[in-house]
């Protein structure tokens, strides 16, 4: 999604994580990701830093956020404003309703495959979104709205469910989870980027549902 502020234009993508990108004059970004927890109205710090728009010695020139499981999160956008400081520029609340959402099921098991398809229904009467599936089956991914089959279209969210290995082991991904627990200043960890909890002992059904929310 691209959008024009002021001088800049900013890249926002959903499809592998949260990136945030800028082109346009030389200029100190500030963004800001926050959570909007179950049942809460107010959202929580989950990470916050700045970036140029150019590159420049140990300062980032893109904001990028690389988890990829659902999230009720807030994007929020601030530059510093010559003779009045800080101030926001821009504010985008994740909304997929009537959004193309494509989900990619890894697996070569039909059945299992199959099982997380109904997950995506759930997922997608939940939030009214657009449906496209990927998969190595060819009858689950004709449950794809057949118009976007024929378009090619950036989706405003992907979603790859599968049992992926854990690659990091930072203070974001910490493992047992410590939820509500603050650490560096964040009120939550994951145990990786690509799923909420270890999949180890969990279900076919238990795997989707936590990558889609819907647990």
Known sequence: MWYQIDKSTFNIDFNDGIYISA?????????????????HHSPVILEAYHFYTHPKPHINSNFYLPISFYLDFQVSIYKTVLNHGIKKIFTHRFNDTSKVVKFTLETDDYDEANIWLESVKKYCEIHLCEMIIESKFPKLNAFSNPYFKHVEILPYKTYKIGRFPKKSNDWRTIDPRKEGFIWFANWKTFWSYEHPRCWKYLTSKEIAD???GLS
Do not use: A, P
């Open 23 to 39: 082109l346009g004059d030389d200029v100190l970004f500030y963004v800001e990701i926050e959570e909007f927890k179950k049942n």
């Open 210 to 212: 936590d990558i889609l």
